[in-house]
């Protein structure tokens, strides 16, 4: 399959959906161009799916590819409770991937991006090794209401979206409801959409909650105490809902005179713990947390 | 090197610049946060930077790669025509890669980004048995004066800035100023800001002037006739100006009636041809001009 074959095709499905509004040029130029409203600010977020780091050929799909690829970006914007307005997609891979493999990674991509109307405007495409998918996603939020990290406060609860410990593990099972989980995250950007009109900060959970909830103490400059009721995925053990990566839930904070509900989007939503005034310090019932979430370095 | 010290020594960097306007959270969160002003647009492009297909460790240093990453998206932004607001940087690298390899990547990269004055707001890091660097670039123009590759009309003047071939000739010679050209390509943002007043259309030559311009034609739906009078780098052939690939020199056209000038930006100027009513038939003094250039996937 040639260059432009392959961009022939790719822009066949980016013009499946109706353009967004604000996206004045998509796939075929230089760059996309964004017109943007005033009184909104735009989110941007990029992230890596890489071949046996992030997935392998054996145990997952080019569907499953494709999926995850999106899912992880959307979900950056979920957690700044942002409505997906568009992505750009970087696609690297060895010359022996079918035509097939390819089709099946845009579908899947096109289908999620359908379910939140978002353009596919653009991307690059290159030759390497290993199968390489950089996926960047532009949202937007009314001006200066994107949850951030850094602005948790001490006294917040503690929140999360849904179970923890689920894709970790479905990724020792390989079978499920938690390996679906594990190959097909389901970004919660109506819940992100929701919470930011109660949330004072909020991250969503890539890398498992001991080291994600560190981070957003670290931001914000405070500690947190955690109650130990955790809502664990149903398969999972405590140390998967602990530091179990990939879950994609969201993690959040509220002020302590915020009622929170019980369920938000069709999601349940737990309070877990308390932001403390003790910078970078975590507890569990009353031990010390480590972050041994995943660190993609060590 | 853990990740957490990795993205401290990254946000250094980041700091280092003054924040471009508009730009209101960047690295350390989900998002970068990006508030536009009314009356203009904002384009988006990302570009792969992958070893062993765009540069070798041999050949090229951390600080090569690094300034290379961004200059080839930076090319991106003045083939629009725009004026650089900010990068995401995504990079994945192998477990051997060094501290002073990192270093020196992101300190060229920034050096770049500071004469440009835009703002590292974020990227994504992961692991990887090969270097690659995917960036992505944003940048904004007045409403509706981006620089698109499908308005130029039969009768526009196709004219080039700089010299051809160089980069191609110094990926042989590997060395002198074509060696230079190819391993520190400048990105033309200067002469592309000063050209959407007077273009119809234009892209950058980032896989050679053959390719290039067939796909300028496709896009316009027109075809070209070029007279045979190339501004040919001093070391390279003929064939090297009209295929070889990463000049990032600046391809556009202009109406008729329009004069164009000797040089804009310090960069000279030169007409090449002229652009036809016939689709895609491309021809060189009077010849058919197959589009030989650089297919990433032949």
Chains 1, 2 share one sequence.
């Not at 970006?73 to 079918?98: H, I, R």
């Not at 995250?185 to 969503?204: F, H, N, S, V």
């Not at 938000?264 to 507890?283: D, E, F, M, V, Y």
């Amino acid at each position: 399959m040639r260059e432009t074959d392959l961009i022939r095709m790719i822009r066949g499905f980016a013009q499946q959906l109706p353009g967004r509004t604000g996206l004045i040029q998509g796939v075929g130029d230089d760059c996309a161009v964004l017109r943007p409203r005033p009184n909104e600010d735009l989110v941007f977020t990029t992230d890596f799916v890489i071949e046996d780091r992030h997935f392998t050929t054996d145990t997952h799909t080019a569907g499953d590819v494709g999926h995850k690829a999106l899912a992880r970006s959307l979900s950056d914007l979920a957690a700044m409770g942002a409505e997906p307005v568009f992505c750009l997609v970087s696609l690297a891979f060895p010359q022996k991937l079918t035509q097939p493999w390819l089709r099946g990674f845009y579908k899947s991509l096109m289908d999620l991006a359908g379910r939140y109307k978002i353009a596919l405007a653009g991307g690059d495409l290159a030759r390497s090794e290993r199968i390489t998918v950089d996926v960047m996603c532009c949202g937007r939020t009314a001006r200066g209401r994107a949850m951030l990290r850094s602005t948790a406060r001490p006294g917040d609860s503690i929140c999360v979206t849904g179970e923890l410990g689920g894709a970790a593990a479905g990724l020792v099972s390989k079978h499920g409801p938690n390996w679906l989980r594990q190959k097909r995250p389901q970004p919660r950007i109506e819940a992100g959409l929701k919470l930011r009109t109660i949330a004072t900060a909020g991250m969503d959970l890539s890398d498992g909650l001991s080291l994600d909830l560190y981070r957003l103490c670290e931001e914000s400059k405070c500690g947190a105490t955690l109650d130990g009721r955790l809502p664990i995925a149903k398969g999972a053990s405590l140390e998967q809902a602990l530091h179990g990566g990939e879950d994609y839930e969201l993690l959040f904070t509220v002020a302590p005179q915020v009622r929170i509900p019980k369920k938000i989007a069709g999601l349940p939503l737990t309070r877990i713990g308390a932001i403390t005034n003790t910078p970078r310090k975590i507890t569990l019932a009353g031990e010390p947390l480590r972050p041994l979430g995943f660190d993609h370095f060590r």
